[in-house]
């Protein structure tokens, strides 16, 4: 028997539903349509695979005809989400810094997400409301909460036994975000499982402020086997705004036992293939024909067909065939002095951030010319011709148009 929509929208790619499961589906078969959000703070520029999960859902409640919206956390970003962090950070963000990170994340999360045409998402910032917020609305927000209450969190529990900080900044951000669905007055919350914490507590706000019902969806992370989270690989991101071909490649480099949860939560391949698929890979099969159809299949969803055609050629030409006089991509760069390898991989386009260029260094992922770079401040001479390697599947031929400076001139 095939799911219904509603079936596969309380069952794909879920982890938990508070209250329960029974109760959301009771009032989604009612026709009532339901107001919910996920929020997403820009502690980073980039939007990554990791996140397709909870992009993937909010676009299943949009084509039902769900009122979805899509929030930005530049007033929660400034508290500092301490959910799975092991100590207080070292620093915390200002409005206007994850303002500046969040320019884009509209447009990454519209390779996924509706923000225009028939039943648009609706996008917000809680900034918006949370720092306008009085000493009387927080006192008022506050007497909610237990101190027991807040500090039964694992993290909490985690850091006092090792003896760690526990900032009150932090401390904080559950109610900060908690009240996010009261100012937005939503039916529902969706986000990752490390987040049912602070969900929760904007369940609780809910009941006392607003009288009303506020259900909670959480999703599971995408993790291999080990726990590690899926999103970033050699301290790159697999951001949803990869080149074709380093995002095909990328996927490509991710463990096999994590083949079979990535369809499901961030593809909408059909839960009976998936089924075959799992068959399948568990008999001992080759798991290679289903990665690549992985990987195909999201460079699709994330650019389009012609671009996922042309990144498996690409693949299949340059690394199953160790073809590398095939089709590697040239750049132009211009320069007039030795360059470090962090200022090579800038000008290059390797990435957008220059701590992600710089933790892709340190792990030993950067050879130019076949020998490796691990201190982004070393200098080099480019000559024309050379080939720079970052990561396991992104090459780059470079043609140099001036000459640069000898080491020793």
Do not use: C
């Given at each position: 028997?095939?799911?219904?929509?509603?079936?596969?929208?309380?069952?794909?790619?879920?982890?938990?539903?508070y209250p329960s499961k029974e109760a959301l589906e009771k009032l989604l078969r009612s026709g009532k349509k339901l107001r919910l959000y996920q929020?997403?703070?820009?502690?980073?520029?980039?939007?990554?695979?990791?996140?397709?999960?909870?992009?993937?859902?909010?676009?299943?409640?949009?084509?039902l005809g769900h009122h979805v919206i899509f929030l930005?956390?530049?007033?929660?970003?400034?508290?500092?989400?301490?959910?799975?962090?092991?100590?207080?950070?070292?620093?915390?963000?200002?409005?206007?810094?994850?303002?500046?990170?969040?320019?884009n994340y509209v447009i990454q999360a519209g390779k996924i997400v509706k923000f225009s045409g028939k039943n648009a998402a609706e996008i917000l910032y809680n900034g918006d409301w949370l720092n306008k917020l009085s000493l009387m609305d927080i006192l008022n927000i506050s007497e909610n909460f237990s101190l027991q209450y807040l500090e039964e969190r694992?993290?909490?529990?985690?850091?006092?036994?090792?003896?760690?900080?526990?900032?009150?900044?932090?401390f904080m951000y559950p109610l900060l975000q908690g009240y996010d669905s009261v100012a937005m007055k939503v039916d529902l919350?969706?986000?990752?499982?490390?987040?049912?914490?602070?969900?929760?507590?904007?369940?609780?706000?809910?009941?006392?402020?607003?009288?009303?019902?506020?259900?909670?969806?959480?999703?599971?992370?995408?993790?291999?086997?080990?726990g590690k989270k899926i999103g970033k690989t050699e301290g790159n991101v697999?951001?949803?705004?990869?080149?074709?071909?380093?995002?095909?490649?990328?996927?490509?480099?991710?463990?096999?036992?994590?083949?079979?949860?990535?369809?499901?939560?961030?593809?909408?391949?059909?839960?009976?293939d998936i089924k075959r698929f799992r068959d399948d890979l568990s008999s001992g099969k080759n798991p290679m024909q289903y990665k690549k159809l992985l990987a195909f299949t999201l460079t699709k969803m994330l650019n389009s067909e012609d671009d996922a055609q042309k990144a498996e050629d690409y693949f299949e030409a340059t690394f199953q065939k160790k073809d590398m006089?095939?089709?590697?991509?040239?750049?132009?760069?211009?320069v007039s002095e030795n360059l470090t390898v962090k200022?090579?991989?800038?000008?290059?386009?390797?990435?957008?951030s220059a701590s992600e260029i710089k933790r892709l260094i340190n792990a030993g992922a950067v050879e130019i010319d076949g020998k490796k770079y691990t201190d982004p401040q070393q200098k080099i001479s480019l000559k024309n011709g050379m080939i720079v390697k970052a990561g396991k599947h992104k090459f780059v031929k470079l043609l140099v148009a001036n000459k640069a400076i000898d080491p020793g001139s």
């Amino acid at each position: 028997m095939h799911m219904d929509e509603i079936d596969e929208l309380l069952t794909r790619g879920v982890d938990k539903i508070y209250p329960s499961k029974e109760a959301l589906e009771k009032l989604l078969r009612s026709g009532k349509k339901l107001r919910l959000y996920q929020g997403f703070d820009p502690s980073g520029i980039q939007l990554h695979i990791g996140h397709m999960t909870g992009l993937m859902k909010l676009r299943q409640f949009q084509e039902l005809g769900h009122h979805v919206i899509f929030l930005i956390g530049d007033g929660t970003g400034q508290a500092g989400d301490p959910s799975g962090k092991t100590r207080t950070r070292e620093k915390f963000l200002t409005n206007r810094q994850l303002r500046r990170n969040a320019k884009n994340y509209v447009i990454q999360a519209g390779k996924i997400v509706k923000f225009s045409g028939k039943n648009a998402a609706e996008i917000l910032y809680n900034g918006d409301w949370l720092n306008k917020l009085s000493l009387m609305d927080i006192l008022n927000i506050s007497e909610n909460f237990s101190l027991q209450y807040l500090e039964e969190r694992d993290m909490y529990v985690e850091r006092k036994k090792s003896g760690s900080e526990i900032n009150f900044r932090e401390f904080m951000y559950p109610l900060l975000q908690g009240y996010d669905s009261v100012a937005m007055k939503v039916d529902l919350e969706l986000g990752g499982s490390d987040q049912t914490f602070n969900m929760l507590a904007g369940r609780k706000l809910v009941r006392a402020m607003l009288k009303k019902e506020k259900f909670v969806m959480t999703t599971p992370l995408l993790t291999d086997s080990s726990g590690k989270k899926i999103g970033k690989t050699e301290g790159n991101v697999i951001a949803l705004t990869a080149l074709p071909n380093d995002l095909y490649g990328m996927v490509m480099s991710l463990p096999d036992d994590v083949i079979v949860k990535s369809f499901e939560y961030i593809t909408d391949v059909p839960m009976e293939d998936i089924k075959r698929f799992r068959d399948d890979l568990s008999s001992g099969k080759n798991p290679m024909q289903y990665k690549k159809l992985l990987a195909f299949t999201l460079t699709k969803m994330l650019n389009s067909e012609d671009d996922a055609q042309k990144a498996e050629d690409y693949f299949e030409a340059t690394f199953q065939k160790k073809d590398m006089t095939g089709d590697i991509p040239t750049i132009n760069i211009n320069v007039s002095e030795n360059l470090t390898v962090k200022d090579t991989l800038m000008k290059i386009n390797v990435s957008d951030s220059a701590s992600e260029i710089k933790r892709l260094i340190n792990a030993g992922a950067v050879e130019i010319d076949g020998k490796k770079y691990t201190d982004p401040q070393q200098k080099i001479s480019l000559k024309n011709g050379m080939i720079v390697k970052a990561g396991k599947h992104k090459f780059v031929k470079l043609l140099v148009a001036n000459k640069a400076i000898d080491p020793g001139s």
